[in-house]
T-cell receptor, first 115, second 114 residues
């Protein structure tokens, strides 16, 4: 039943490691997003994909690489993890990017802690 | 009353009272605004939206007011319930069609006192 799901929910890892977070949506949406929420709850977009095509790529270190195998999945791979990468990462999806007024549905978040 | 906590502005409200959460946005060209609610341990959840050609929009127990002159949004929650305890975010849509993105404001924590 879950519309937007993410795995894992919690991720604790050492600095320098490489990790992936997975996201899946079963809403039939065309557009998916990754957001980062810091310790002050500030929420900022990182990437957006529409039908497997990258359409938004904010100023994010190239250690972060999104991958969309199909339009229902958008995974986030992070290389050489740093302490500052500790945050909650949210996946979201919306029907279409073409309209400015599409509701985005968020997943439950992945809490990443880098030690 | 309203106070600034360690991280977020916090509004403490008695159950049954009305809550008002304010938000200032930055881009005068933004034409669509959304309020999201984020409960502890969960992702943001859509509450209500408003387009720039409107001043007011009502939903179930919630009302959003838009003042474009001063670039201000507010969310009013009527008869606040314990389940309304959450962090509330306003967001504006930026960018041209095809490259739209949500720009979130700072969150406001609402604590409902039973």
């Amino acid at each position: 039943d879950t519309a937007v799901s993410q795995t894992p929910k919690y991720l604790v890892t050492q600095m320098g490691n490489d990790k992936s977070i997975k996201c899946e949506q079963n809403l039939g949406h065309d557009t998916m997003y990754w957001y980062k929420q810091d310790s002050k709850k500030f929420l900022k977009i990182m990437f957006s994909y529409n039908n497997k095509e990258l359409i938004i790529n904010e100023t994010v270190p190239n250690r972060f690489s999104p991958k969309s195998p199909d339009k229902a999945h958008l995974n986030l791979h992070i290389n050489s993890l740093e302490l500052g990468d500790s945050a909650v990462y949210f996946c979201a999806s919306s029907q279409d990017r073409a309209s400015a007024q599409e509701t985005q549905y968020f997943g439950p978040g992945t809490r990443l802690l880098v030690l | 009353g309203e106070s600034v906590g360690l991280h977020l502005p916090t509004l403490s409200v008695q159950e049954g009272d009305n809550s008002i959460i304010n938000c200032a946005y930055s881009n005068s060209a933004s034409d669509y605004f959304i309020w999201y609610k984020q409960e502890s341990g969960k992702g943001p959840q859509f509450i209500i939206d408003i387009r720039s050609n409107m001043d007011k929009r009502q939903g179930q127990r919630v009302t959003v007011l838009l003042n474009k002159t001063v670039k201000h949004l507010s969310l009013q929650i009527a008869a606040t319930q314990p389940g309304d305890s959450a962090v509330y975010f306003c967001a504006e849509v930026e960018g041209a069609n095809g490259n739209n993105r949500l720009a979130f404001g700072k969150g406001n924590q609402v604590v409902v006192i039973p």
